[in-house]
């Protein structure tokens, strides 16, 4: 493992720990060139997933841009970045034990439009008028309009 600060090739392992779902190995290191300190995850390698987009391409699966979507969703808001790595890993998961290699990208978005709605009512709102491409303030009212009714009856939202 390379060295983020001096580049040197050469550290030492001084802690691993299982992540909380059992998936990752976080291991804290240190240089031995400079000895400084820093952290690596180390989880299995799955079968790549490939999504197929509304139009028809196909890409595969990036859980970075699932985290930086949800981060743009969340920002200015009361909820943590490993709230939302925890739920990229699930959601990850989750589509692995599906057993599909090819997977509409609406179900990807649909399973973090429920898990925003339960965070926080704004970030779901923010994600859901990228994800819905509302088209002007109409859609975005209509939106509104079904989060509130769904609160008052405590329903999730469709």
């Known amino acids: 493992m390379k060295c983020p600060y001096c580049g040197d090739m050469e550290n030492k392992v001084i802690d691993s720990r299982m992540t909380k ?5 976080r291991r804290r290191r240190e ?11 180390e989880r299995v390698e799955q079968l ?15 859980r970075a841009k699932v985290l930086v979507g949800m981060q743009k969703a969340c920002e200015k808001r009361n909820i943590s970045i490993n709230t939302l790595e925890e739920f990229v890993d699930e959601l990850e998961r989750e589509l692995q034990e599906m057993g599909e290699k090819e997977l509409p990208s609406s179900v ?23 994800y819905r491409e509302f088209k002007d303030i109409n859609d975005f009212m209509s939106q509104l309009k079904e989060l509130f009714e769904s609160r008052s009856k405590g329903l999730p939202i469709t």
């Open 21 to 25: 779902g059992g998936n990752t190995v």
């Open 31 to 41: 240089c031995i060139g400079c000895s400084r300190r820093f952290t690596t995850y």
């Open 108 to 130: 990807v978005g649909e399973r973090i439009m429920t898990k925003l709605h339960g965070l926080d009512d704004v970030a779901y709102v923010r994600f859901a008028s990228v």
């Open 48 to 62: 790549p997933l490939v999504l197929i987009k509304k139009d028809g391409r196909r890409e595969p699966f990036d």
